[in-house]
């Protein structure tokens, strides 16, 4: 199994529809990001959480919300939906305790606003 | 602000050919830096990274990175390549140990037999 789903992985929405994307793991990390891919900007952080009482804003926090709901979950909203939030998305996760810095990712999800 | 240039948008390279991925970032502090590969309809996942001590990284699948601080510059090598390989490289830097990663606009790579 996964060690980071998201849920869906495809999804077509219509303008100002609100729509969540859920990320889950089972890898025990503390820390779990969002990220948006566009073709020739790569990865740009959008929010991430330190732990369930810590959510920070990223690069391109506008147009979207999120949610940890425990330290295994980290949901990503979009309150109305536009054309411009056409993107792939990827939860990542990571482990402050290892001093690793790795960030794993999730499949990825990829959402069409018409 | 931190920022992460990848110089070239595609790379098409035969198999068992050598391979070089140019990538440079602006820092006012110092950086941790990573690579990370993503083939199609999947994540992103490590090749290597650079936190400190040696300049030239070694990571996964025969990849190796090399840190040039004057230059600001952290390239991916590979010495012959497998169509396997095929894949989106993706360049990152972190001002604060890879708890907030910038990521340059990505490579493609497209080994052709």
């Known amino acids: 199994d996964a060690d980071v789903t998201q849920t869906p992985r495809n999804r077509i929405t219509k303008t100002g529809k609100r729509i969540m994307l859920e990320c889950s793991q089972t890898?025990?990390?503390?820390?779990m990001y969002w990220y948006r891919q566009d073709p020739g900007l790569g990865l740009r952080l959008i929010y991430y959480?330190?732990?369930?009482?810590?959510?920070n804003k990223g690069e391109i926090s506008d147009g979207y919300s999120v949610s940890r709901q425990a330290q295994a979950k980290f949901s990503l909203s979009l309150e109305s939906a536009i054309p411009n939030q056409t993107a792939l998305y990827f939860c990542?996760?990571?482990?402050?305790?290892?001093?690793?810095?790795?960030?794993?990712f999730g499949p990825g999800t990829r959402l069409t606003v018409t | 602000a931190q920022s992460v240039t990848q110089l070239d948008s595609q790379v098409p390279v035969f198999e068992e050919a050598p391979v070089e991925l140019r990538c440079n970032y602006s820092?006012?502090?110092?950086?941790?830096l990573f690579w990370y590969v993503q083939y199609p309809n999947q994540g992103l996942q490590l090749l290597l990274k650079?936190?400190?001590?040696?300049?030239l990284v070694k990571g996964i699948n025969g990849f190796e990175a090399e840190f040039n601080k004057s230059q600001t510059s952290f390239h991916l090598r590979k010495p012959s390549v497998h169509i396997s390989d095929t894949a989106e490289y993706f360049c990152?830097?972190?001002?604060?140990?890879?708890?907030?990663?910038?990521f340059g606009g990505g490579t493609r790579v497209l080994v052709k037999p």
């Open positions: 959480s330190f732990d369930v009482k810590d959510i």
């Open positions: 650079y936190l400190s001590g040696s300049t």
């Open positions: 990152a830097v972190s001002e604060d140990a890879g708890n907030k990663l910038t």
């Open positions: 820092s006012s502090v110092s950086v941790y």
């Open positions: 990542a996760t990571s482990d402050s305790g290892t001093g690793a810095y790795e960030q794993y």
């Open positions: 890898k025990g990390h503390d820390r």
